[in-house]
Nanobody, 127 residues
Framework: VQLQAYGGGLVQAGGSLRLSCAASGRFLGNYIMAWFRQGPGKDREFVAGMGWSRGEPLYADSVKSRFTITRDNAKNTVYLQMNSLKAEESAVYYC?????????????????????WGQGTQVTVSS
């Protein structure tokens, strides 16, 4: 699976951005797609994830009600709509993919579970 993330940029606090992750290479219906972020001097943390073809999305508590993860099957693209952005959310945002390995599953939040990563896109929120 190849992933390419884009859409980052500079935005004022309280503003919005939409990130995109274009995916290719495998049948994505058996994959979980997720967004992570890594701020300066911080660990990479889970932001949001969803199964490509089924299941409910999962969000980090810090972004619930402000961020939305969606997909466009026709474009093989996953999106992260980010609203009401905060300065502390400035980070490099990465998209990632992990194969679904069992019939019963949930979106993993552990970065080690994800096999495939995009190159990251910088989001800078000015205060």
């Amino acid at each position: 699976v190849q992933l390419q993330a884009y859409g980052g940029g500079l935005v004022q606090a309280g503003g919005s951005l939409r990130l995109s992750c274009a995916a290719s290479g495998r049948f994505l219906g058996n994959y979980i797609m997720a967004w992570f972020r890594q701020g300066p001097g911080k660990d990479r943390e889970f932001v949001a994830g969803m199964g490509w073809s089924r299941g409910e999305p999962l969000y980090a508590d810090s972004v619930k009600s402000r961020f939305t993860i969606t997909r466009d099957n026709a474009k093989n693209t996953v999106y992260l709509q980010m609203n009401s952005l905060k300065a502390e959310e400035s980070a490099v945002y990465y998209c990632a993919a992990a194969p679904i390995r069992s019939i019963i599953w949930q979106v993993p939040t552990d970065r080690a579970t994800y096999n495939y990563w995009g190159q990251g896109t910088q989001v800078t929120v000015s205060s």
